[in-house]
């Protein structure tokens, strides 16, 4: 009768993992809990324990505490309060698994890489949407700097509120187009993230962090009007770039992976 | 009763589902079989207390019912978790040590032994039992409850108290020790003699 209890309780295999270690008084047989009391220290947590139990059996259930239990239940039914609720994490109480934990990497995973793709997605797009009400692009101070055509592209007024910050004098065409490169890096589907220096490097070009979206955005737009003439395939496929629009620090992987849908692109 | 033990946390898993899906009287089921666990768990954390602070739990449980996922032992730990929230609040609101035990003297006397009907001696044990593990330090107290008490496994031990389960481990098997030597001193047993090498 006395030694069965905590054992009693313990779940063997099921996913819990550590019941070995785990009983209480297991760890009176040998772990740095068992204090030097040795055989009587088991006898008398052998006995504290059927006591315990004992007065657990002994405590009665209330028909009153009972009945208002359950008519908050009924309660709290009939308002769906038991449908459609979130489970918080401290509502989990699944066994903890493997399998589980690496779920949770995966899902966290999954994650990151929605926030990367959700970023790409608004810096490829970002300049695109919602033509802004003024119709006047030219009249902003920038607008001397640009070296394409006049014209209101699609692109050009969405980008209109970064410019002021976004085109720091004294940027020169080949850093600017260093700057393109780093917009297309950070922005490709799937491409690796851009490490901190290139990010920051970014950063001050644009003339902030939260200008980065918009001045990419302007340099990919101008980019793509001063190829289109060149390269005249009418995909809008960026494939078509010289080797001679490459800059000079771009990396393999970046040209690799601009190039790969179409090789032959480049000579076009 | 390894085997009981784990039956009944089965059908207490099952009990649970059908009560999520809205079945009156499996939530009874449940309450029959979690609350005797908890209120012994609160007695020994607020003493007198422990049927209002289990009330308001059951409040919550019956509220939250929906959120938890989960097997029986998983709803123990749950439901533990929640009578303790409620229970540390009281705690805090009255600024009383748990460990100060809340019952009378005249419970921690010795029974006189054969006066006393088996009923009354398995009461009084019962009452002595709670009220000696109120005097313990509180991580060993709780360790204990909820081990013993409310039936939960080491993981989940640990969970409850937000502690590692080596610390729950040490903490329950410290204070268990305890409780036993107190009990043998008062020789308080399961109603008959107990010898135990001498200490009493």
Redesign the interface.
């Known amino acids: 009768?006395?030694g069965?209890?905590?054992?009693?309780?313990?779940?063997?295999g099921e996913g819990?993992?550590?019941?070995e270690?785990?009983?209480?008084?297991g760890?009176?047989a040998g772990?740095?809990?068992?204090?030097p009391?040795g055989?009587?220290?088991e006898?008398?947590?052998?006995?504290?324990?059927?006591?315990?139990?004992?007065?657990?059996?002994?405590?009665a259930?209330?028909p009153a505490?009972?009945a208002?239990?359950?008519a908050?239940?009924?309660?709290?039914?009939d308002a769906g309060?038991?449908?459609?609720?979130?489970?918080?994490r401290?509502?989990?109480?699944?066994?903890?698994t493997a399998a589980r934990r690496h779920s949770w990497r995966v899902a966290l995973g999954a994650l990151l890489a929605g926030l990367t793709l959700g970023g790409a997605a608004f810096a490829v797009t970002g300049g695109r949407p919602d033509p802004a009400p003024e119709p006047t692009p030219p009249t902003t101070p920038a607008a001397p700097d640009r070296q394409s055509d006049g014209g209101e592209g699609e692109g050009e007024d969405g980008a209109g509120n970064g410019r002021h910050a976004s085109t720091a004098p004294g940027r020169t065409p080949d850093q600017a187009r260093s700057d393109e490169a780093l917009c297309r890096s950070a922005g490709r589907v799937g491409g690796k993230a851009l490490d901190a220096p290139a990010r920051q490097r970014l950063a001050e070009a644009a003339g902030g962090r939260g200008h980065v979206q918009a001045y990419c955005a302007r340099l990919l737009a101008e980019a793509d009007r001063g190829r289109g003439a060149a390269a005249s395939d009418g995909q809008g496929h960026r494939g078509g770039i010289g080797p001679d629009d490459v800059p000079p620090h771009r990396s393999a992987q970046n040209e690799g992976a601009a190039q790969g849908p179409d090789p032959k692109g480049s000579g076009r | 009763m390894g085997q009981s033990a784990r039956a009944a946390d089965e059908q207490l898993g099952a009990a649970v589902l059908r009560a999520q899906g809205g079945d009156e009287q499996a939530f009874e089921t449940v309450y029959r079989m979690v609350q005797p666990g908890l209120l012994g768990y609160l007695r020994g954390l607020v003493g007198d207390d422990a049927e209002d602070v289990a009330g308001d739990a059951w409040l919550e449980i019956s509220r939250d019912l929906g959120r938890f996922k989960g097997d029986g032992t998983g709803f123990r730990g749950w439901s533990a978790v929640i009578a303790r929230h409620r229970a540390l609040d009281l705690l805090r609101r009255r600024k009383v040590r748990p460990q100060q035990s809340p019952y009378g003297s005249e419970l921690l006397e010795l029974p006189g032994a054969g006066d006393t009907s088996a009923e009354a001696l398995e009461t009084l044990a019962t009452e002595r039992a709670l009220a000696l593990i109120a005097e313990l330090p509180r991580d060993q107290a709780e360790a204990v409850l909820l081990r013993v008490v409310v039936g939960l496994d080491g993981p989940s031990v640990a969970r409850v108290l937000g502690k590692r389960q080596g610390a729950v481990r040490t903490a329950a098997y410290r204070g268990l020790k305890r409780l036993g030597t107190r009990l043998a001193e008062q020789g308080v047993t399961d109603g008959t003699p107990r010898t135990l090498g001498g200490a009493r």
């Open positions: 009768m006395s069965d209890g905590m054992r009693g309780r313990e779940r063997e819990r993992g550590v019941d270690g785990e009983r209480v008084r760890s009176a772990g740095a809990a068992c204090p009391g055989r009587a220290g006898d008398r947590a052998d006995l504290a324990e059927a006591a315990l139990h004992r007065a657990v059996s002994g405590l259930i209330d505490a009972q208002a239990a359950v908050a239940f009924r309660g709290a039914r309060a038991h449908r459609a609720v979130r489970t918080r401290r509502d989990d109480w699944r066994p903890r």
